[in-house]
């Protein structure tokens, strides 16, 4: 997503109206969430060991060609980095993130200044849509939203210590990850984790039971039908073979490889300004926001484009530690 997705004109569509579909609303189940208080080895984090596999998928066209790719092995925190967490770093290096700080006009000329100033993009659920290329249906950029009040000034994260961490941008991660001593996966990094040891792609194109996802009918109706609308906290569903919770759905996830269109193309140089217009970086795994009808990326093999400089309510992120001292 980029500031300028927002402002593109609308497709003409038909009027799509998705009124009420009640029998979905009831049903409703929540699942046991992981106990954070019990404390995991090596400070949360699980084992990722070495594979090739044949990275990237079929369904969309930026997720191919199929790759094989070698990752060696890594320490992955077994969840996504919680409000709680972020609050700890935040507390000791009186960081504050790019949300709360605004958008520089150098990096985005020409771009409405109102999409700079301090605060992220939020989702809202609308009540029927005109068709579903016009994104600013259900995206807006809310001034004030930041980490701390992640829907806008009303809004709060009293009571959701253990829910991920989201309008943080691609510097505020790595900050993190710094402070932590530890990096951001690379895209194949996250990808094979993800896998948990099945090399081959196209066996998880299924809707995850496993994950906070969509059901119903993006973005008009969602069932709530895996116990939760919107995000859940961390650890709420069952972990992949490799231990780590929520790599499908909750939220998409940072890598720290700058977006490619597909696979393969190494037209791009390894280090740019972290900021600026059409600096994106890619995301993996998707989010809550992830349905059938809209967008099949709760897979492994799924990716998309984030702005680096641009929070939204969707996306967060996990660490590793490349320590080979230290593997089982
Ligand atoms: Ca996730």
């Known amino acids: 997503m980029s500031r300028r997705d927002l402002i593109a004109a ?34 949360g984090m699980v084992w990722v060991p070495a594979g090739d596999y044949a990275q990237g998928d079929t369904v969309y066209p930026e997720e191919g060609p199929l790759t094989r790719t070698h990752v060696s092995g890594f320490w992955m925190d077994r969840h996504e980095v919680t409000n709680a967490e972020f609050a700890r770093f935040v507390a000791a290096t009186g960081y504050v993130t790019e949300a709360e700080r605004g958008g520089d006009v150098k ?31 259900w995206w807006r950029f809310v001034p004030g939203a930041n980490w701390r009040q992640p829907a806008g000034p009303s809004s709060s994260i009293a009571g959701k210590e253990d829910f991920p961490v989201v309008e943080i941008t691609h510097a505020d991660a790595l900050a993190y990850a710094k402070w932590k001593g530890h990096a951001l ?21 299924d809707q995850p039971v496993q994950a906070n996802t969509w059901q119903g009918i993006f973005p008009v109706l969602n069932s709530g039908a895996d116990g939760f609308v919107g995000l859940a906290p961390v650890g709420c569903y069952g972990a992949n073979k490799y231990g780590l919770f929520d790599m499908f759905g909750n939220v998409w996830e940072m890598t720290a490889d700058l977006w490619r269109p597909h696979h393969g193309d190494e037209s791009l140089p390894d280090t740019v300004p972290a900021r600026g217009a059409g600096v994106s970086y890619t995301i993996k795994g998707g989010s809550f926001l992830c349905a059938p009808n809209y967008c099949m ?22 660490t590793i530690l490349r320590e080979k001292s230290v593997s089982p």
């Open 185 to 205: 996966p690379t895209e194949a990094e996250w990808e094979w984790a993800a896998r948990a040891g099945d090399a081959h792609p196209g066996d998880d194109h």
């Open 297 to 318: 990326r709760y897979r492994s093999g799924s990716r998309e484009p984030q702005e680096s400089d641009l929070g939204t309510s969707h996306v967060g992120f996990r």
């Open 10 to 43: 609308a497709a003409v569509a038909a009027l799509a109206l998705f009124a009420f579909v009640p029998a979905l609303l009831f049903g409703a189940q929540r699942p046991a969430c992981l106990d954070l208080s019990v404390p995991a080895p090596h400070d």
């Open 107 to 137: 990096a985005h000329p020409g771009i409405d200044p109102d999409l700079l100033v301090p605060g992220a993009m939020v989702f809202f659920m609308p009540k029927h849509v005109n068709g579903m290329e016009n994104i600013s249906q």
